[in-house]
């Protein structure tokens, strides 16, 4: 294999990993209907302040914004947006 084969096939390798552990992007929307990772998440952008401005940092803090408010304001935010599903704070 001459260089510019093997480069590629590395180069390709890696794209393909980073594919398979990267994570979707998520809306408020899923972050209200799992708790958990919701919870999970505002942790780990707690602990990477420079990835705060990334989608799911700034979902997951959108959900808090709801949940914080208590069960009563999640569950009319679930009706109006037409989620199913029971909301349980972990």
């Not at 180069?11 to 999970?40: P, V």
């Not at 709801?66 to 069960?71: D, K």
Request: proline share 2%; net charge neutral.
């Amino acid at each position: 294999m001459n260089k510019t084969k093997k480069l590629l096939f590395v180069g390709l390798t890696t794209l393909s990993l980073a594919a398979c552990f990267s994570e979707g992007t998520f809306s408020k929307d899923h972050y209200i209907t799992h708790s958990e990772d919701q919870a999970n998440k505002m942790t780990w952008c707690d602990q990477h302040p420079e990835e705060k401005s990334t989608p799911n940092c700034v979902a997951a803090y959108a959900a808090e914004e709801t949940i914080s408010q208590g069960t009563d304001a999640v569950a009319a935010y679930m009706k109006k947006h037409g989620l199913s599903g029971r909301y349980i704070k972990n």
